[in-house]
Antibody, heavy 121, light 107 residues
């Protein structure tokens, strides 16, 4: 059974870069799926940040595209998020998730537990 | 960007009753619509995809319907574990977008 686990600093200074990694276990990141980052500010809804395929192809949310980089490391079976020039508005729980594309692509069927990132000096 | 609008924001229902949640897309998403359940402190869980297909392990009391711009999630008989926040999400276009959520609470 595929599982996802986020890791990274829980506190980032304003104007700094948020860096998170999602480790994939129980399956290969090179499977026919897209791997996403989604965030949720405290008490608010869900925002899709972007996704990556094992080939390195990416799609980003235009609202964040200028600050986001998602990369994949197939040798470690993991993918990563970098968000630059962060402000307090980037404070959120960050989730990694799998968008199932085993057949036709559909929803996010597997999620990590989420990691809280606070932007503060 | 496709805007997803959910109604109502909060739904008060008694255990055993039926709950009907609505989701509207600002433009057609065909049947590329998913529903998620989120409980406090937990990640969302996929309930429905393709507007009406239950995900693995999801009880039959959850059903989805609709296509184009209007969608509905129905919980036929609410159990105690069903009180949560529910989100719809379209995956027809980029960026993938979510509704703002409907909280189902105990009446």
């Amino acid at each position: 059974q595929v599982q996802l686990q986020e890791s990274g600093p829980g506190l980032v200074k304003p104007s700094g870069t948020l860096s998170l990694t999602c480790a994939v276990s129980g399956g290969s990141i090179s499977s026919r799926n897209w791997w996403s980052w989604i965030r949720q500010p405290p008490g608010k809804g869900l925002e899709w940040i972007g996704e990556i395929y094992h080939s390195g192809s990416t799609n980003y949310n235009p609202s964040l595209e200028s600050r986001v980089t998602i990369s994949v490391d197939k040798s470690k079976n993991q993918f990563s998020l970098k968000l630059s020039s962060v402000t307090a508005a980037d404070t959120a729980v960050y989730y990694c998730a799998r968008r199932n594309c085993a057949g036709d692509c559909y929803g996010f069927d597997i999620w990590g537990q989420g990691t809280m990132v606070t932007v503060s000096s | 960007e496709i805007v997803m609008t959910q109604s109502p924001a909060t739904l008060s229902v008694s255990p055993g009753e039926r709950a009907t949640l609505s989701c509207r897309a600002s433009q057609s998403v065909s049947s590329n619509l998913a529903w998620y359940q989120q409980k406090p402190g937990q990640a969302p869980r996929l309930l429905i995809y393709g507007a009406s297909t239950r995900a693995t392990g999801i009880p039959a009391r959850f059903s989805g319907s609709g296509s184009g711009t209007e969608f509905t999630l129905t919980i036929s008989s609410l159990q105690s574990e069903d009180f949560a926040v529910y989100y719809c999400q379209q995956y027809n276009n980029w960026p993938k977008t979510f509704g703002q959520g409907t909280k189902v609470e105990v009446k």
